[in-house]
């Protein structure tokens, strides 16, 4: 690490430090943050002419304490009169990030699509964000170690800068933290970064704040990101040869769509991805059998995250390759016929209520229940009496409505898609729908507005960009 100082225009900012195991973009997105001249627009006179975003600091030859000089113009906010429109331009950067309706994008800081459409993807999800404001920086449980908690404080601080300006910010801290966590991310191909799967991140970043966003009051729900990411599966574990048989229940933070030839659509890969077959001691045969897995959902999250089996490793070439099928998502996603029968059951009444509700804002008339008339007058019951009887389904996600229900159906929110043919190269960007309902494409540093029938179209097919993970938002009725 040296240290440095800049001198642009009539200011001189000492002591400036540079990572030299960084790429000099980093710097200069450093440099940005302390004089506003974007990376792109800087002249950084060293030996040898400008320096380039790509070159290696050993040819460089920066030495400590060097007083190095940069030209270039900083953005500026153009003053409007007083008394006329008002401008985004104009306004406080806190409030250009409300008034363009989107937050900021984020610097590439060499290879590092996979995370910034991650942190894009988590950070449409209001309540973690919440969740993540509560999380004290100061104050770290004796059960969690420094590492998590130094990520968990980044991941809070990342998402409120996003939230407070409306130019590209630059995740400096956050991606330290990441790689300190997870070395696996900090690999270097011929001195540089290399390109990293955004599923293993997406996962790692989750299992950090299931660790750290625990609460240890009883009143409050023990484990955030279980509450609004968990799945709870029920699965039916049986052997043909054996006729033994067993169920057990676990929780996962996603489902798998598989992709084989038979898949087209989402639900068909899901269905394919709920049932798998394993090779397992079996105490009857005292010997190896194959067992069928066969699981359904036994209980709903708030987000629902999906994963497209897109990748798998290649024996021939020894490494990861893509598979290009296209497989058709929907933006409206209905789970009913993969959930367990005792969820189903619950989920009727709530189901009912949703069908009623958008009946009559498309102004159809709601049939009225008819419910015969019962044999014997000791056994009849009021409507009321009746509608007390009902399933009530809730979910530590449901809702801060404590009588909000889910449906079972779920809005698409966010897609985050990889474009090229290697796990290990290519481009990912993610798509995500803001409160506005309006979609915003965020390819790094640059959000892009685009339209809902168009998001539908990342399924892939070519060499265009398509789905890797989709995030659906829970569909809740309140009753």
């Known amino acids: 690490m040296l240290k440095v100082s800049v001198k642009w225009q009539k200011e001189v900012f000492p002591d400036v430090e540079i990572n030299t195991s960084l790429p000099p973009y980093v710097f200069k997105c450093q440099l940005f943050d302390l004089t506003g001249v974007p990376p ?36 500026e906010i153009v ?59 100061s104050v770290r449980r004796s059960d969690l170690d420094q590492s998590s908690h130094t990520l968990t404080v980044a991941t809070r601080d990342l998402f409120c800068e996003l939230d407070k300006t409306a130019k590209p910010v630059a995740p400096l801290q956050f991606w330290m933290s990441l790689r300190k966590k997870y070395p696996q991310f900090g690999q270097l191909h011929n001195g540089a970064f290399m390109q990293q799967d955004a599923e293993e991140c997406w996962t790692q970043l989750l299992y950090t704040l299931s660790l750290s966003l625990r609460s240890s009051d009883a009143s409050e729900n023990p484990d955030t990101v279980r509450a609004l990411f968990g ?36 639900h068909e890969g899901l269905k394919h991805g709920l049932k798998s077959e394993l090779e397992k001691a079996s ?27 897109r990748f798998f490793w290649k024996r021939e ?15 409206e996603l209905d789970i009913y016929d993969i959930c367990s029968t005792d969820l189903q059951k619950k989920l009727e009444a709530p189901r009912q209520f949703l069908r009623d509700k958008e009946s009559k804002k498309l102004g159809l008339k709601v049939a009225e229940k008819i419910i015969p008339a019962p044999k014997d007058d000791d056994e009849k019951m009021t409507d009321a009496e009746g509608s007390s009887n009902t399933n009530r389904w ?26 090229g043919r290697s796990a290990d190269s290519g481009h990912y960007v993610a798509w995500v729908k803001q409160e506005s309902g309006k979609w915003i494409e965020y390819d790094d540093d640059n959000p892009i ?24 938002k829970a569909r809740a009725v309140g009753m």
Request: charged letters at 20%; hydrophobic letters at 35%.
């Open 394 to 419: 809730s979910s530590a996600a449901s809702s801060n409505d404590e009588d909000a229900q889910l449906t079972g159906v779920y809005d698409l929110v966010a897609v985050l898609t990889h474009k």
């Open 40 to 75: 792109e627009r800087q002249k950084i006179m060293v030996k040898g002419g400008l320096l380039k975003d790509d070159a290696d600091w050993k040819t460089v030859g920066i030495k400590q304490g060097q007083k190095l000089m940069m030209m270039g113009t900083a953005d």
């Open 317 to 331: 070439s020894n490494q990861k390759a893509k598979i290009l099928r296209k497989v058709d998502y929907p933006l």
């Open 79 to 137: 003053k409007a009169p007083e008394k006329g429109p008002v401008f985004v331009e104009d306004l406080p950067e806190e409030e250009q990030a409300i008034a363009v309706g989107h937050s900021a994008g984020l610097f590439n800081l060499g290879n590092t699509c996979y995370m910034n459409s991650t942190v894009q993807c988590l950070h449409s999800v209001p309540e973690l964000k919440s969740a993540l404001l509560q999380y004290l920086p």
């Open 449 to 472: 507005p685009q339209r809902a029938e168009d998001i539908v179209k990342l399924s892939g097919g070519g060499d265009w960009h398509m789905a890797y993970i989709c995030m659906y």
């Open 231 to 266: 799945i709870e599966l029920v699965s039916r574990i049986h052997c043909q040869e054996s006729g033994e048989e067993n169920s057990e229940l676990e929780s996962v933070y996603s489902l798998k769509c598989h992709i084989s030839q038979e898949v087209n659509h989402l």
């Open 283 to 309: 105490p009857l045969l005292g010997r190896s059998a194959i067992y069928v897995k066969e699981s359904c959902v036994n209980g709903l999250p708030r987000y629902l995250t999906i994963q497209f089996v």
